[in-house]
């Protein structure tokens, strides 16, 4: 199934990055490892936060990867993200969504079946190389669905659908948990088969998410951390940390 590959590292990226709450807008985080080059970019609302409880935040992550050479890129087969300890998700009373609902659907469909759920979108753009033949790019909505919490785990569902030249829907799943470790307090992860050889990766994603209350942070001492490695087929890893700065209130 060449079409699962072709959105998971901006669905994957784009959502452990929302997780943390961590984005804003000051200068691109740049992560550079080989030939592989990740740029993040964007930012959460409001900057201002209270000091000692957690209060709602929007957010909207921007990413771009390409190689140095200009080659084709590997594919990713797993993402692990911590995230800070002041920040998180908050799923309680929010409609929950299956897998399954929204396996084989368009985006159109996937809004009728799960739309109490949504509680992101975006778009992204993806370049398949097949053998022989010459690069093609191809563009997806993307919407992510709250899957529920079970055992301390919430799970989030996103589903993109492309319609030409490779057609089909896809559904990647995110496990979020509570992670200690000094700073970070979340750990994503996602793992990702290796598909068709990889011949599908994305070149660039926005992804926002706006659902009143779902995500939440709070703002002790003036910043929020992440940490966050990508592991791709080549062998090749990006592991970059992040500092983002808020506003202490209260």
Known sequence: ??????????LVVALVAALAG??????????????LKL???GGFSPKALPKNKLAPIKLKIEGQIAT????????LKEAIVDTDKNGTINAKG??????????AQTTANAKKACGKALVGKGVTTAEVEFPEQKPINVN???????????????????HAFFSSPVNGAIVTTVKVS???????????????????????????????????????AKCPD????AKATSVFSNGDKLTGSFVRSCTPKG
């Open 94 to 103: 929010v409609p929950v969504c299956t897998s399954g609902k929204l396996q």
């Open 1 to 10: 199934m060449r079409k699962r590959l072709i959105c998971t590292f901006a």
């Open 39 to 41: 740029t993040l970019n």
């Open 68 to 75: 140095l050479d200009g080659t084709h890129l590997p594919a």
């Open 178 to 216: 509570k992670h200690k470790s000094g700073r970070y307090g979340t750990r994503s992860i996602a793992s990702i088969p290796k598909i068709a050889g990889g011949f599908g990766s994305v070149k660039s994603f926005t992804l926002e998410f706006n659902r009143p209350g779902y995500l939440m």
């Open 222 to 225: 003036g910043h929020l951390n």
């Open 140 to 158: 997806s909505a993307l919407l992510a669905f709250n899957g529920g919490v079970k055992g301390g785990t919430t799970t989030i569902f996103i």
């Open 22 to 35: 961590l984005a804003s807008a000051e200068k691109p985080t740049i992560v550079q490892v080989g030939n």
